[in-house]
Structures are given as structure tokens and as C-alpha cells.
């Protein structure tokens, strides 16, 4: 005869299944959130240069909004590949997402 477990009620041989996703499961789920919202994170940060006031001055200023678009889209292609190569691992493993 085996005795329960201090607070649990349950005996030591008892088995119950976890309460939450395993962490390889719940981590790929997240890696596949984060690449569904980034195009919707490049969209808001490709619009910030339209709410910059422009300088006073008679010379143009596009070249500082210029350098900020390209450093935003070399940002993104960074963030996109480091999630692909995260979510490469975990569908080869032979988990599709199932959903």
C-alpha cells in the first residue's frame, strides 16, 4: 500500500497527464505567432517616418527617412530568419502545426 502525497490526495504511483503544453510544443506555437505579427510590426514601423515633422529648412531632408526605412527592413530580414531558422528545426521533427 503506498500513501498519498503531502496536499495531493493522490498516491505516488499516480500518473496524471501535465496541465499545460509541453515547452518544445508551447515554444514552436510562439515562434509561429511571432512570425504571423511581424509583418503587421513592419507595416507600423515602415509608417513611423510619416509622422516626423520636416526640418525648417530649405535643403530636403528624405535622406534620414531613407536610412531609417533601410535599417528597418534590414531588421526585419534579420528577425525573419532567425525565426525561420527556429521554426526549421521544429517542423522537420515531423510536428506540423495541427491547428
Do not use: K
Not at 15 to 22: E, N
Not at 38 to 54: D, E, F, N, S, Y
Not at 65 to 73: E, H, Q, T
Request: charged fraction near 25%; aromatic fraction near 8%; charge should be positive.
Amino acid at each position: 500500500m503506498t500513501l498519498p502525497e503531502a496536499g495531493t490526495g493522490r498516491r505516488r504511483g499516480d500518473r496524471r497527464p501535465p496541465l499545460f503544453l509541453a515547452r518544445r510544443s508551447y515554444r514552436r506555437r510562439r515562434m509561429m505567432d511571432a512570425c504571423r505579427m511581424l509583418p503587421a510590426l513592419g507595416a507600423v514601423l515602415w509608417m513611423i517616418p510619416i509622422l516626423w515633422q520636416p526640418a525648417e529648412t530649405a535643403a530636403g531632408d528624405t535622406a534620414p527617412g531613407i536610412v531609417y526605412l533601410f535599417a528597418v527592413w534590414l531588421v526585419l530580414v534579420g528577425l525573419a530568419a532567425a525565426l525561420s531558422r527556429g521554426l526549421a528545426g521544429a517542423l522537420e521533427d515531423g510536428e506540423d502545426e495541427g491547428g
